[in-house]
């Protein structure tokens, strides 16, 4: 009988830990764009919501003897209005901060109308398949039938431009993309395996729907309601530089570009201080989007 071999200590194979997941905080401060975006939106968020604290002035105020003042960086510049001022001596600064205002309400509001519109439509397309699918399918080609621009300028111009019209028009018009999205997401996740333990336990339609389905595509959903929002501050922005969206005395950020194009070979920076303002928070919303999507959806990243 042969004596058995004490076994040593070095010999054994090093022993490896897996290392702990990273937290919820961690994953977020990860994301650069989520950083960069996220601090940039968060930054003009609080500027919009606390505005009457930094704006400098009344926005609606006129001083007729102190208009198209330039900005502090040029030439005849002064610190009373850093920004300068507009063609009715309104200071500028005041009405780019309060404009924030139009623009993120619009945004959300846009966003969340056409996001319960078109995320109803795609979850019940998605899962229940059939002729929903075929009523929702034509829905959403007879919506794309039409052009978003033309069909706001004309509803517009016939009921009248007003910050709310702009928000509920646009509203129901944006919704297309939330439906195809939703329905393709659903129809992935419906045949999944918690979704048929769920259907097997006799949970109903409505709870398989609500507890099952919608918080496992509600990455899609945050990415599409981003991009709808950076697209409808666009949309009214467009409609207010034509004269059919929001109206004076308003300061919206299209509604300044629009006022302001009269001078534009004179006072550049009427155009180029609100454009800069939009292109920012456009640049934001997306990015802020983006780095949201990588986060909840790693598996998906270039």
């Known amino acids: 009988m042969s004596a058995q071999l004490p076994i040593e200590v070095a010999d054994l194979p090093p022993v490896r830990i897996a290392p702990a997941p990273p937290s919820a905080l961690r994953r977020l401060l990860a994301s650069k764009a989520l950083v960069v975006g996220g601090g940039l939106l968060l930054a003009i968020v609080l500027l919009a919501i606390f505005a009457p604290l930094f704006a400098p002035y009344d926005p609606y105020v ?6 198209t003042v330039p900005p502090v960086w040029m030439a005849q510049g002064t610190w009373s209005h850093p920004l300068g001022t507009d063609a009715l001596g309104r200071d500028y600064l005041s009405r780019l901060i309060f404009g924030a205002r139009i623009s993120l309400l619009i945004g959300a509001s846009v966003a969340l109308i056409s996001g319960v519109i078109g995320t109803t439509l795609g979850l019940a397309a998605g899962y229940f398949g059939g002729r929903t699918d075929m009523l929702v399918s034509f829905l959403v080609t007879t919506r794309l039938a039409m052009p978003v621009i033309l069909v ?3 509803t517009v111009a016939l009921v009248g431009g007003s910050l709310w019209v702009v928000i509920l028009v646009l509203g129901l018009l944006k919704w297309d993309r939330f439906a195809v ?9 419906r045949s999944l395996e918690y979704v048929e333990a769920a259907r097997a336990a006799g949970a ?3 709870r398989i729907i609500a507890l ?4 496992n595509v509600l ?10 929002a950076a697209s409808a501050i666009l949309l009214e922005a467009s409609l207010s530089f034509l004269g059919l969206g929001v109206q004076p005395p308003l300061p919206s950020w299209g509604l ?6 009269a001078y534009m070979f004179f006072s550049f920076w009427l155009i180029a201080i609100p454009g800069s303002a939009l292109a920012l928070l456009i640049f934001a919303i997306n990015l ?6 990588q986060v909840m959806m790693p598996h998906e990243r270039s």
């Open 62 to 67: 006129q001083d007729l003897a102190n208009r």
């Open 152 to 154: 706001a300028l004309a």
């Open 181 to 189: 999205v939703m329905r393709s997401a659903t129809q992935q996740v």
């Open 204 to 206: 109903s339609t409505a």
């Open 212 to 215: 099952e389905v919608l918080p």
């Open 219 to 228: 990455p899609h959903l945050i990415v599409v309601a981003s991009l709808e």
């Open 256 to 261: 300044m570009i629009s006022e302001a194009k």
């Open 288 to 293: 802020a989007g983006d780095g949201l999507h």
